[in-house]
């Protein structure tokens, strides 16, 4: 079946870095643009980054724009997003997630990762 | 990148029907049929209910059903039931490779 694994969550300080990853299994990841979300503990979603199937665009949020890269290897499967200058603001679960191809939306997501900010 | 506008919270008694508004602009909601609706339990990963402004996925009950006018979409919940209390999410493409959710509305099933 189709499955998001994201991993690489933890506890960091403010103003360091962290690599999140995501394993895509079930379905042809490399015919798929790939999207992170990220969930602020008590509320709401916020989109933060898409990468096209190939990986040769991507654009992000106003908030995390020249901080956050997001990246893929098709080869593996496997979906990246590297986050630097981290602030309290960043801290949230992050959720992978697949784009429901043509329809600029997403179809499966991940269970996501907790990436917690605290000095 | 305006987070769209929804209601925080919205109650209601079982059977009875509920309906969510997302309110965005001219740039968004107003201009694009992109307009999608997650449904998230605590605790879970959100789950896709609508999309392109009406249409239901593979096994999404039929209670569920979506529209929009102008720049405000809506989420219909018909025929409410105990497992319809979550949170659910109003999303948007809202051009240039970018996409804007809505802050959110907690269904209570009274």
């Known amino acids: 079946q189709v499955q998001l694994v994201e991993s690489g969550g933890g506890v960091v300080q403010p103003g360091r870095s962290l690599r999140l990853s995501c394993a895509a299994s079930g379905f042809t990841f490399s015919s798929y643009a790939m999207h992170w979300v990220r969930q602020a503990p008590g509320k709401g979603l916020e989109w933060v980054a898409i990468?096209?199937?190939?990986?040769?665009?991507?654009d992000y949020a106003n908030t995390v724009k020249g901080r956050f890269a997001i990246s893929r290897d098709n080869s593996k499967n496997t979906l990246s997003l590297q986050m630097n200058s981290l602030t309290i603001e960043d801290m949230a679960v992050y959720y992978c997630a697949r784009d429901l191809s043509g329809r600029f939306t997403i179809d499966v997501w991940g269970q996501g990762t907790l990436v917690t900010v605290s000095s | 990148q305006s987070a769209l506008t929804q209601p925080r919270s919205l109650s209601e008694s079982p059977g009875q029907s509920v309906t969510i508004s997302c309110t965005g602009t001219?740039?968004?909601?107003?201009?694009?049929?992109?307009v999608s609706w997650y449904q998230q339990h605590p605790g879970k990963a959100p789950k896709l209910m609508i999309y392109?402004?009406?249409n239901r996925p593979s096994g999404v009950p039929d209670r569920f059903s979506g529209s929009k006018s102008g720049n405000t979409a809506s989420l219909t919940i018909s025929g409410l039931q105990a497992e319809d209390e979550a949170d659910y999410y109003c999303f948007s493409y809202a051009g240039s490779h970018t996409w804007v959710f809505g802050g959110g509305t907690k269904v209570t099933v009274l």
């Open positions: 392109d402004v009406g």
């Open positions: 001219s740039s968004d909601v107003g201009y694009y049929d992109f």
């Open positions: 990468i096209t199937y190939d990986g040769r665009n991507d």
